[in-house]
């Protein structure tokens, strides 16, 4: 058993097997390009508000207005005008859609994770999450994943996406633990609406392998790998 301190996004007790979430953030390099490269990238912007329209009116029937406003947010971002201009530039250079847009992104995503503000900080994942969904259509690659198990999971992932976070379904999700992130992401605010016992823990995804057995001890800030049985029980019954 190991213990591995972190920080609370979300209080609450949760055990289970491991599940790990990898597959967001990775450049893929297998983009075939097309004759008309910006007509491409106008569609994918547009199929891609359109998909985060429906996330929209999903999540404010469910959950109210304070989840469906984070991917309002989304749509203005995938779509900033400055991210746009510097893409039809690079396009026009000679450059594919893919590349040009992934580019373009970086720039403004550099710029905010510089920025003094911890606020303005916090808002990459969220720029991320918005430009990556366009990156994915580009690619003929599936953004949106739902996960649900049989037997309910712990989740481990890199980072809180919030279209990530909006997609897990607190029957199958007993608790999230991240490696990065922070408090007042809107990842974090999507967790604590929908409850799930949420973790930051650096660098645990070296540590971690899918069905190890992990305790997340949320009002603890602490979770434990392969724990003993006695711990849990010890745990629980504390929490009783």
Same mark, same amino acid.
């Given at each position: 058993?190991?213990?591995?301190?972190?920080?609370?996004?979300?209080?609450?007790?949760?055990?289970?097997?491991?599940?790990?979430?990898?597959?967001?953030?990775?450049?893929?390099?297998?983009? *075939? =390009?097309? $004759?008309?490269?910006?007509?491409?990238?106008? !569609?994918?912007?547009?199929?891609?508000?359109?998909? %985060?329209? #429906?996330?929209?009116?999903?999540?404010?029937?469910?959950?109210?207005?304070?989840?469906?406003?984070?991917?309002?947010?989304?749509?203005?971002?995938?779509?900033?005008?400055?991210?746009?201009?510097?893409?039809?530039?690079?396009?026009?250079?000679?450059?594919?859609?893919?590349?040009?847009?992934?580019?373009?992104?970086?720039?403004?995503?550099?710029?905010?994770?510089?920025?003094?503000?911890?606020?303005?900080?916090?808002?990459?994942?969220?720029?991320?999450?918005?430009?990556?969904?366009?990156?994915?259509?580009?690619?003929?690659?599936?953004?949106?994943?739902? *996960? =649900?198990? $049989?037997?309910?999971?712990?989740?481990?992932? !890199?980072?809180?996406?919030?279209?990530?976070?909006? %997609?897990? #379904?607190?029957?199958?999700?007993?608790?999230?633990?991240?490696?990065?992130?922070?408090?007042?992401?809107?990842?974090?605010?999507?967790?604590?609406?929908?409850?799930?016992?949420?973790?930051?823990?650096?660098?645990?995804?070296?540590?971690?392998?899918?069905?190890?057995?992990?305790?997340?001890?949320?009002?603890?800030?602490?979770?434990?790998?392969?724990?003993?049985?006695?711990?849990?029980?010890?745990?629980?019954?504390?929490?009783?």
């Amino acid at each position: 058993m190991k213990a591995y301190p972190g920080v609370c996004v979300n209080p609450g007790l949760a055990f289970g097997k491991v599940y790990i979430i990898d597959e967001y953030g990775k450049e893929i390099t297998d983009y *075939v =390009s097309s $004759d008309d490269e910006w007509a491409v990238l106008e !569609k994918a912007v547009l199929e891609c508000s359109n998909q %985060l329209d #429906e996330l929209i009116r999903s999540t404010c029937v469910r959950y109210g207005q304070t989840i469906s406003t984070i991917f309002e947010a989304h749509k203005l971002m995938l779509s900033d005008p400055v991210i746009l201009k510097v893409a039809a530039e690079w396009i026009q250079s000679g450059m594919n859609a893919y590349t040009a847009y992934q580019r373009a992104a970086r720039t403004v995503i550099d710029q905010f994770e510089s920025h003094a503000n911890e606020y303005m900080r916090n808002r990459v994942m969220d720029i991320k999450d918005a430009t990556d969904r366009v990156l994915y259509y580009l690619a003929k690659q599936r953004y949106d994943m739902c *996960v =649900s198990f $049989d037997e309910s999971r712990i989740i481990f992932v !890199k980072e809180m996406r919030p279209s990530m976070m909006c %997609l897990l #379904e607190k029957n199958s999700i007993k608790g999230l633990v991240s490696e990065s992130g922070a408090y007042n992401q809107h990842a974090g605010i999507i967790l604590r609406i929908k409850d799930i016992p949420t973790m930051i823990v650096p660098e645990i995804m070296g540590e971690v392998q899918n069905n190890d057995s992990v305790f997340v001890d949320g009002n603890r800030s602490v979770i434990y790998l392969n724990p003993d049985e006695s711990l849990v029980n010890n745990i629980l019954k504390e929490r009783r």
